[in-house]
């Protein structure tokens, strides 16, 4: 059974906007913190952006004022609203779960992954 499943990601031009979702099974649900993370041709993953159970959330610098995470909570979606694309922020956008409150914040601790979903944007 799939626990976490993007989808959402496409092409797009620079200053676009896309909106990515993620459906989480109830058994994720059960865990404290929820994050997208991307991870671009030759680098690293990089962490997004998390929200707690609490709806507190936390940017990554570049994408902070552009990007928005949410949740639906009876749906169990996770969503990741993003605006004024630019083209350093194409990658593979992935949702992640964990359970450890204490390493939310600080984007650690995410053992759960999805499969990801492509977002390339064109300058």
């Given amino acids: 059974q799939v626990e976490l499943a993007e989808s959402g990601g496409g092409s797009v031009e620079a200053g676009g906007s896309l909106k990515l979702s993620c459906t989480y099974s109830i058994r994720v649900y059960s865990r404290l913190c929820l994050g997208w993370f991307r991870q671009a041709p030759g680098q690293e993953r990089e962490g997004v952006g998390i929200i707690d159970r609490d709806g507190i959330t ?66």
Avoid: H
């Avoid at 940017?59 to 949740?71: G, L």
């Avoid at 639906?72 to 996770?78: F, G, P, Q, S």
């Fill in 58 to 123: 936390k940017y990554e610098r570049s994408v902070n004022d552009r990007f928005i995470i949410y949740q639906d909570n009876a749906k169990k979606i996770l969503f990741l609203q993003m605006n004024n694309l630019k083209s350093e922020d194409t990658a593979i956008y992935y949702c992640a779960a964990q359970k450890w409150p204490s390493l939310c914040l600080n984007f650690g601790g995410f053992e759960t992954w999805g499969q990801g979903t492509q977002v390339t944007v064109s300058s």
